[in-house]
């Protein structure tokens, strides 16, 4: 029986856990100084140079062991996978307030039943849209400039020189899934790898596919949009070709399970030197249409990083707004969603607004 312990202490520590991982070290720098931190993780003694450098202290937590862990904490920021929903559960139990940046879309719909279900004294935020709730949270700007939302669409052009954590490709695994999103107000069922396009994201003519993120779920409940997309595409327009000529072939449906988990990530994941990550957002509403080019020259792991970041400011109510009442929160929900582009262009992530043409051809492609 696990008896991971945790308790809420307001003065105490952010628990990071994950916290020397490659978003989690991107983290730990970014709140450094804010406010105190515990990296928890399974080898603590690999963080021994970031505690020096951001002042915090470093204690085992392995997630698959089932070893208790105990600490007195003000707030935990989830930034590794946690397949048991272990630092969930002990944060519920605790009522510390939680911030979750890494679930894919199933383990979202998963987690917010188990807050819901619960009895939560604390907010629990599931910011796992892309980018650590930075989709989501700049879809919420547009869709108040242009009186709502009707339609989201999102196209991400993925760096293949930037740097990446094991957990960043999670992804990957869902590429033999087909999954469900709402499309002109109804649930329509898309395969991954689909409905290709090509366009413009920031500088660069790239093209995309449509891949499951956790926005196209959340998006349609908070916002109301009746058709949300999203598409990846790489910054090798050969790359993405081949990833969806191997998708044709079957092969992620083929090769699901543990087995073949090792060679699903080795096609993408390759730790570089370094990328720009950029994401293109387009919202239709009532008032017209928005597009935004999300920029973040540090890569799509710094990027990650400030949205959890943002994201554990709003649940410790430390934007400007009151904090959450207790239970579910999502990014896309903040009271003050003006103030989330100067806090973005504070930690270095730019936001270009524009008008967006008459018909996107990212929209008629949906």
Same mark, same amino acid.
């Given at each position: #029986?696990? /008896? %991971?312990?945790?308790?809420?202490?307001?003065?105490?520590?952010?628990?990071?856990?994950?916290?020397?991982?490659?978003?989690?070290?991107?983290?730990?720098?970014?709140?450094? +100084?804010?406010?105190?931190?515990?990296?928890?993780? @399974?080898?603590? +003694?690999?963080?021994?140079?970031?505690?020096?450098?951001?002042?915090?202290?470093?204690?085992?937590?392995?997630?698959? %062991?089932?070893?208790?862990? @105990?600490?007195?904490?003000?707030? &935990?920021?989830?930034?590794v996978n946690d397949p048991d929903d272990r630092v969930l559960r002990a944060s519920l139990a605790a009522g510390v307030p939680y911030v979750d940046v890494t679930r894919w879309t199933a383990r979202v719909q998963r987690a917010a039943l188990l807050v819901s279900v619960g009895s939560p004294t604390a907010p629990a935020l599931l910011s796992s849209g892309w980018m650590g709730g930075v989709v989501p949270l700049v879809a919420a700007v547009l869709a108040g400039r242009v009186g709502g939302a009707e339609s989201v669409d999102t196209a991400i052009r993925y760096d293949l020189a930037d740097r990446s954590g094991a957990d960043s490709v999670e992804f990957m695994d869902r590429l033999g899934v087909d999954f469900e999103v709402l499309q002109d107000g109804r649930d329509t069922v898309v395969s991954p790898l689909s409905g290709a396009r090509t366009l413009d994201i920031g500088p660069d003519r790239t093209k995309v596919v449509r891949i499951d993120t956790p926005e196209q779920f959340t998006l349609?409940?908070?916002?109301? !949009?009746?058709?949300?997309?999203?598409?990846?595409?790489?910054?090798?327009?050969?790359? /993405?070709s081949a990833l969806v000529a191997l998708g044709r072939t079957g092969f992620f449906r083929?090769?699901?399970?543990?087995?073949?988990?090792?060679?699903?990530?080795?096609?993408?994941?390759?730790?570089?030197?370094?990328?720009? !990550?950029? &994401?293109?957002?387009?919202? @239709?509403?009532?008032?017209?249409?928005?597009?935004?080019?999300?920029?973040?020259?540090? +890569?799509?792991?710094? #990027? /990650?990083? &400030?949205?959890?970041?943002?994201?554990?400011?709003?649940?410790?109510?430390?934007?400007?707004?009151?904090?959450?009442g207790a239970g579910l929160a999502l990014p896309e929900a903040h009271p003050l969603p003006e103030t989330v582009l100067s806090a973005l262009a504070a930690e270095g992530v730019v936001v270009d607004i524009v008008p967006s043409p008459a018909a996107s051809s990212l929209r008629a492609a949906a």
């Open positions: #029986m696990n /008896t %991971d312990q945790l308790m809420h202490d307001p003065d105490g520590p952010v628990l990071l856990v994950g916290g020397y991982g490659t978003v989690g070290t991107e983290f730990a720098r970014a709140a450094h +100084g804010r406010w105190p931190l515990l990296l928890a993780g @399974r080898s603590p +003694g690999k963080a021994a140079d970031l505690c020096r450098e951001v002042s915090a202290e470093a204690r085992r937590w392995d997630l698959a %062991d089932p070893e208790p862990f @105990r600490a007195a904490v003000r707030a &935990v920021v989830s930034l349609p409940l908070t916002l109301g !949009a009746r058709t949300v997309t999203t598409r990846l595409g790489f910054s090798s327009a050969s790359t /993405t083929r090769a699901r399970g543990e087995f073949w988990r090792p060679l699903r990530r080795r096609i993408l994941h390759s730790p570089g030197e370094g990328g720009t !990550a950029t &994401v293109r957002i387009e919202v @239709r509403g009532p008032g017209g249409a928005l597009t935004a080019t999300v920029t973040d020259a540090r +890569g799509q792991s710094h #990027m /990650t990083a &400030v949205g959890g970041l943002l994201g554990l400011r709003r649940v410790l109510g430390d934007d400007g707004a009151p904090a959450p």
